[in-house]
């Protein structure tokens, strides 16, 4: 199964990735490719755009319109391609840096318009590439090589941020429940707007060697065992759900989506005519 | 379509009119005074041709959103001012060096930070060129009337389509918001140039390839025949990155170089009774028209003075600027800063000719008494 979806999807000649052993960015890339094959969309009308850091070099490993683009700013790359070229799909990989700190901004405004581009964030709570330093989702009083005393900065939860500022479709997933990743990306790819899915990545390297998380079976283990579906935890108070990471599909719902509200502007001039 | 008509317009509109008579069909911009009415005309026109336009959360997205378009397939264009320009400047360099077409147009006040939002300056010469870090290619441009803003507009596109390059107007607050009267031309009658497309049918496709005895690859575009991948590091011709010395060298010598080989057909100038002149005044933009004037106005009292006007600023004209001092005794720059084209000109022109320079930041217009008086000091 994994053969055919490397031959497929992946440029092998990329390979091996530049990844760290027991980092799980690789789990979650193969989830995604996993969920455009059971799409069966063609690879030439996909576009995968990401930002700078570790999460943004899988695109390079991916066979299909690929775009690596500067620190934060790939959600508004691929706001460019989406608009020049509505029939594409296009999907943004990122980190937690990338699109929380740096990207914030085109987060938002993204999510506010609903155009159609599915987000998929590797959170690994830590900046990777450049060595370990704090990142948005940092927890409080974890390490960072920027934070030696304990970070003192409020965390984001990104999915209720974007689900704020307008997005159509958010879930979060981990890379334990891998299946569910997929799922989540295909109903993202398939939701007519602006779709967000957090998946929660391990970085033994630096998070986990900082935070005394142990081992990569010791950081996944944690992901199984912190982890409860969105239907188990709406029976449960707020307390009980403290370091709780909820999973599942969190927000769905229809609106009208940015680039077929401008279709409709170009469409009127043309009756006009 | 567009007949051979006399209209009345702003600088900024006839910037608009000449991007879409050159094929923009994408612009992304952010409001930005002087040059908030490019983005309100495109606004209005661009889906009337069937293009788009959208209003970024930022300039830096602005930017961004026009490289995603461009490599796309669309002809794409922003437009901003001081500040604005400076917050472009990381994905400009991004456009430089994975060869991305696009027209950035910068209507310059007066700086540096908010500075004089709604006043003319020419400060931004040397961030023009220097304003992305690293070696980089890069082609600017400096209109000094408004139908002349018409003009090289469609020229801008065809060089960034010509050279897959960010190529830069340098307008100022005078050019954008000056009325003048426009000819538009037949559109049979203008040079529109298309970016150079791969084969079709190619086996091993390579996205940054070059033909022998050329330097600029042809490109495709995302949603089309192939898939490649683009990036900001440094890459071979597979368009995937490398570290490799030499592969370094050889991208950024070969992007420098397709636009140092190329320098005569990107440089254009005006010269203007420099025939017989002692004197040489170099001014661009609006400062040249004053230039001009003060060209007149002296020779009126037997001053042997002409104008030597920039339109390309970048790269420097410096073969031209080398003849014109050889010819002259005394040349003096005119611009509205205090000497940054001045920098350039000395550097080539002070073997040959004595190199004085009159500069003004204060918001106000050079005039043609000023002028004067500067060239009877000298």
């Known amino acids: ?273 | 379509m567009m007949s051979n008509h006399i209209k009345l317009m702003q600088g900024n509109e006839a910037c608009v009119e000449g991007a879409i008579a050159a094929g923009m069909r994408f612009f992304a911009g952010y409001p930005i005074t002087p040059s908030t009415e490019i983005a309100e005309i495109s606004a209005q026109r661009l889906p009337r041709v069937g293009g788009k336009f959208i209003q970024m959360e930022d300039e830096i997205g602005s930017m961004a959103a026009v490289i995603g378009a461009s490599l796309t397939g669309l002809k794409a264009m922003t437009a901003t001012s001081g500040p604005g320009f400076s917050l472009k400047q990381e994905n400009i360099g991004y456009a430089a060096i994975a060869e991305v077409p696009c027209v950035i147009i910068n209507v310059q006040r007066g700086g540096p930070s908010t500075g004089l939002p709604t006043s003319p300056a020419q400060g931004d010469i040397m961030q023009a060129k220097w304003g992305t870090h690293g070696d980089h290619p890069v082609i600017a441009l400096s209109p000094s009337s408004v139908r002349e803003t018409f003009d090289l507009t469609i020229k801008a596109f065809n060089y960034a389509e010509k050279y897959r390059v960010p190529v830069i107007m340098l307008m100022d607050e005078v050019i954008g918001h000056m009325r003048e009267k426009v000819e538009i031309p037949n559109r049979e009658d203008l040079e529109v140039i298309d970016r150079k497309k791969p084969t079709s049918g190619l086996v091993d496709y390579k996205p940054y390839r070059i033909e022998d005895g050329e330097l600029v690859p042809p490109m495709a575009e995302y949603g089309g025949e192939y898939r490649f991948h683009v990036t900001g590091l440094v890459h071979d011709e597979t368009g995937f990155p490398s570290n490799t010395p030499k592969v370094a060298e050889s991208l950024i010598k070969r992007l420098i170089k397709k636009i140092d080989d190329n320098k005569k057909d990107i440089f254009l100038y005006e010269e203007y009774k420099l025939e017989d002149a002692e004197i040489a005044l170099i001014s661009f933009g609006s400062t040249a028209r004053s230039a001009k004037s003060a060209v007149d106005m002296a020779r009126a009292e037997g001053i042997k003075v002409g104008l030597f006007r920039p339109i390309t600023i970048w790269p420097f004209l410096d073969t031209e600027i080398e003849q014109l001092a050889k010819k002259v005794n005394k040349i003096i720059t005119v611009e509205m800063n205090l000497g940054q084209y001045a920098i350039e000109v000395e550097r080539k022109a002070c073997k040959y000719a004595h190199v004085d320079k009159y500069g003004k930041l204060n918001g106000e217009l050079i005039t043609p008494d000023e002028i004067l008086k500067k060239i009877k000091e000298v």
Request: contains cysteine; positive net charge; hydrophobic residues 35%.
């Open chain 1, 1 to 273: 199964m994994s053969s055919r979806l490397i031959n497929e999807y992946l440029r092998e000649d990329k390979l091996p990735h530049i990844w760290c052993p027991g980092c799980s960015h690789g789990i979650t890339m193969r989830a995604i490719v996993k969920a455009i094959d059971n799409l069966n969309i063609e690879k030439n009308n996909i576009c995968i755009v990401s930002g700078i850091g570790c999460s943004s070099r899988a695109p390079g490993y991916m066979d299909f319109n690929t775009l690596h683009t500067t620190h934060g700013r790939a959600l508004a790359f691929a706001t460019g391609i989406k608009m020049a070229n509505p029939k594409l799909k296009v999907i943004v990989i990122t980190g937690d840096g990338d699109c929380a700190a740096i990207g914030g901004n085109h987060l938002i405004h993204a999510a506010r318009r609903n155009i159609d581009i599915t987000t998929i964030v590797f959170n690994n709570n830590i900046y990777g590439m450049t060595g370990g330093q704090y990142s948005p989702t940092t927890p409080q009083g974890e390490r960072g090589t920027t934070a030696p005393f304990g970070n003192i900065d409020k965390n984001f939860n990104l999915c209720n941020l974007v689900k704020a500022a307008g997005a159509t479709y958010t879930g979060r997933s981990t890379a334990y429940h891998v299946n569910m990743i997929t799922k989540l990306v295909e109903e993202g790819i398939k939701n007519k707007g602006f779709s967000f899915i957090e998946t929660l990545s391990i970085c033994p390297t630096y998070y986990g060697r900082k935070n005394k998380k142990g081992n990569v079976v010791d950081m996944m283990n944690y992901l199984k065992n912190n982890s409860i579906n969105v239907k188990a935890a709406e029976k449960l108070s707020d307390e009980q759900l403290k370091d709780k990471i909820i999973v599942g599909e969190l927000y769905k719902t229809q609106e009208p989506e940015y680039t077929e509200e401008y279709k409709k502007i170009i469409e009127s001039f043309q009756k006009e005519r």
